[in-house]
């Protein structure tokens, strides 16, 4: 039976070419996802929730590769802010309605959250993201991920 997800649906009414990849939901990383699908890390993205400053404001969404570190300082002069902060494990889930290790871009749209990409991502064709549940990955092409999501271009990591 084939996964049916908010994300898998949205893709097939869009008509966006997508494979899923389960693996166990033990796994909360992107580098752990990396290991067990076989593929490079930096072709695996992580959606890491980053809140600002200014109150009442949505926390912003930031896909980066699994082998590349968020940069908090840079992400903050490039969005205009003193300073930025990841958001923790639970707040991160509470703000998503998504548990940790499935927080996914294209299973959040209308939600409000600005969503950035790391701009190393312009070398793919394709990549993987969270589906929206922990245990499953959909790999995509880039363009329509960005499409999808809205997705601004950003360095934001080292």
């Known amino acids: 039976m084939a996964i049916k997800l908010n994300s898998t649906r949205l893709l097939s009414k869009r008509k966006i070419p997508f494979t899923v990849y389960e693996f166990p939901e033990s796994i909360h990383s992107a580098d752990g996802v990396a290991e067990a699908l076989g593929k490079p890390p930096e072709m695996v993205y992580k959606t890491l929730v980053v809140l ?77 993201v969270s589906g929206g549940k922990r245990g499953v990955n959909i790999e995509l092409p880039v363009q329509d991920l960005v499409l999808l999501t809205g997705a601004k271009w950003i360095h934001a990591c080292d």
Not at 86 to 96: D, I
Request: proline share 4%; glycine share 6%.
């Open 52 to 128: 600002r400053n200014t109150p009442k404001t949505k926390p912003m969404l930031i896909m980066a590769a699994a082998n590349r570190n968020l940069n908090l300082k840079r992400v903050a002069q490039i969005v205009g802010e003193k300073k930025v902060r990841m958001a923790a494990h639970r707040e991160a889930e509470r703000l998503t309605g998504l548990k940790v290790g499935g927080i996914s871009a294209p299973a959040l749209l209308n939600r409000g959250f600005d969503v950035f990409i790391d701009e190393a991502a312009q070398l793919l064709d394709t990549i993987l």
